[in-house]
């Protein structure tokens, strides 16, 4: 069966009856969104503020292929797991994005029996989250050009307007264009564009947020532009930061549903991880750890991104730190990392596989050795994996300094990650040191990138065109003490989306870098790397249909 007919077959229970049964909530902690849904009071956290925190495992993986990881799916079936070896755990994960949902991604609620339910909810709208927030974007987009066409106060030159529009959707076409056409009545002519919704500050500032308090200040210290005498402007001098929380009130709160098994989920937020900081809300985090022993989160794509700005961006602003990290890789993806074709991925190669394994020694040790984590391996079983290939990797992690656990989570659901449950379970009960950050709040920006650059991605030298280095040294005499977030293809450790494996010795190009001030960091923009996807000739969308009894099919 596929992920969605797996999904309109699961049981699933009344929202108000698991948050009672399994995490202790009264009816009026909860906003149901109809049975199966609902969105959590944030009055939670005042009322469980003397709880001690569960623990907190990280979830990620080795650089991303087509062949697939299943980070998703692996941190669902993990926390399945664990509640099945009778540890009280509560996974925490991203709202998908409809972009890659109708492009080449398809659906993102987890894979096979370990998935998180009502399926087709959770990748269509589902709380109206994602709406919530391209609205309060783009209410600040239209206040900007209404402020300079009644009269400009703020002397806002228009060539330097920061704050560009946002839409969920993967439309190419919106890249650049031209707004204010038509007259004087339409506005005032300028160059603008659009970016997908998950590359939003408001994005940003709404996962980072701890409050609806923090969520309209940083709002309000939005960076929209420049005067004309280059005086830097910001959202709450025009008054519009009010307005913007008022649209995220509701969304802010936690948004509460199942796994297939029947098992609390958080999914709450989803910046996208290559161009933004990729990790679940910081409220949703911060109350899972509240409500539950052991707290199941991942970070997108592979641990060069998403890991490192979960512990750089989220971990420094939110004051929460992993207990260890899980990383996910496949038999199939460390043969692409190893130089084989997509249609040579089925068959055995194991000098392609210990090829490939670079690819996940290079993530090991800068979880281990550069962040100070603990680590376990998680090999996310395919059909068509051989034992030979399993053990090569079994015995490669055991020299890396870690251990591999076979999981089928995919096709059995918990039971498939018992032995990694058990595994996760021994690890958390020893003694551990603290997760390190990188690098310092001090240390200036462009030091930053190269920090994050050269002991991450293995890169031998950072370059960039002198007006860029001329942008950095400006922003950093200001806001030298944020953290950067990188933004650069997923696929690679390199800026090179064709350099598999372990890339080392290369360049590693800055584009651009762009002050997220409400956010609180800098993104730098590496290679070609795009803020509004486009689709594939074949997108997902062509197989995504409703029939007359209003079953979907094809999401996923």
Avoid at 119 to 144: K, P, V
Avoid at 283 to 298: G, I, R
Wanted: charged letters at 20%.
């Amino acid at each position: 069966m596929s992920d969605i007919q797996i999904a309109q077959q699961a049981t699933m229970q009344e929202v108000s009856q698991l948050a009672e049964q399994r995490l202790g909530l009264a009816p009026q902690h909860l906003e149901p969104y109809g049975r199966y849904k609902a969105k959590v009071s944030l009055d939670v956290m005042t009322e469980m503020a003397d709880r001690p925190d569960g623990k907190l495992i990280l979830v990620t993986a080795i650089s991303p292929t087509p062949a697939g990881e299943g980070k998703t799916t692996t941190t669902i079936g993990l926390s399945d797991a664990l509640n099945r070896i009778g540890k009280q755990s509560l996974v925490c994960v991203r709202e998908p994005s409809m972009g890659p949902c109708f492009g080449l991604k398809g659906g993102a609620a987890g894979g096979g029996y370990a998935q998180v339910v009502p399926m087709e909810d959770i990748n269509l709208h589902f709380t109206g989250d994602f709406h919530a927030i391209a609205s309060a974007h783009n209410l600040l987009a239209a206040m900007i050009d209404n402020h300079i066409h009644h009269g400009n106060e703020l002397q806002l030159d228009a060539r330097k307007i920061a704050w560009q529009r946002v839409v969920d959707m993967n439309d190419r076409a919106l890249r650049d264009i031209v707004v204010g056409m038509g007259g004087t009545a339409n506005g005032f002519l300028r160059q603008d564009r659009f970016d997908i919704v998950v590359a939003s500050e408001v994005m940003a500032i709404f996962c980072l947020s701890n409050s609806l308090h923090e969520l309209k200040q940083r709002l309000g210290d939005i960076l929209i532009g420049y005067s004309t005498d280059g005086t830097p402007r910001y959202a709450h001098e025009i008054k519009a930061h009010g307005a913007m929380a008022a649209l995220l009130k509701e969304a802010l709160k936690p948004n509460l549903v199942q796994t297939l098994e029947n098992n609390p989920a958080f999914v709450h937020g989803g910046p996208f991880a290559n161009i933004a900081h990729g990790c679940n809300s910081v409220v949703s985090t911060k109350m899972a750890l509240k409500l539950s022993d052991y707290v199941v989160t991942e970070a997108g794509f592979g641990a060069d991104l998403g890991a490192e700005k979960f512990i750089n961006i989220k971990c420094r602003k939110a004051g929460i730190k992993p207990d260890m990290a899980v990383v996910v890789a496949t038999v199939k993806a460390l043969k692409y990392h190893g130089g084989l074709a997509l249609k040579e991925l089925a068959e055995e190669n194991l000098g392609a596989l210990q090829a490939g394994l670079a690819n996940l020694q290079k993530h090991l040790d800068n979880l281990q050795q550069e962040f100070g984590l603990r680590c376990v391996v998680a090999i996310n079983h395919f059909v068509q994996d051989s034992d030979e290939e399993i053990a090569l990797i079994e015995n490669a992690v055991k020299q890396m300094g870690a251990e591999a656990i076979l999981a089928r989570h995919w096709a059995e659901g918990g039971a498939g990650a018992e032995a990694l449950a058990h595994k996760v379970v021994a690890m958390l009960e020893q003694d551990s040191t603290a997760c390190d950050f990188l690098y310092p709040d001090e240390m200036g920006l462009w030091d930053k990138i190269g920090e994050v650059a050269k002991r991450l991605y293995g890169a031998d030298q950072v370059v960039a065109e002198k007006k860029v280095l001329d942008k950095i040294a400006m922003l950093n005499e200001q806001h030298g003490s944020m953290p950067v977030c990188m933004a650069k293809t997923p696929y690679s450790f390199s800026s090179d989306a064709a350099l598999r494996g372990a890339a080392s010795n290369h360049t590693l190009t800055v584009r651009d870098v762009r002050l997220s001030h409400g956010a609180g960091f800098v993104v730098v923009l590496c290679g070609d790397v795009m803020t509004m996807p486009g689709l594939p000739k074949r997108p997902a969308a062509e197989r995504i249909d409703i029939d007359d009894d209003g079953t979907i099919t094809g999401l996923f």
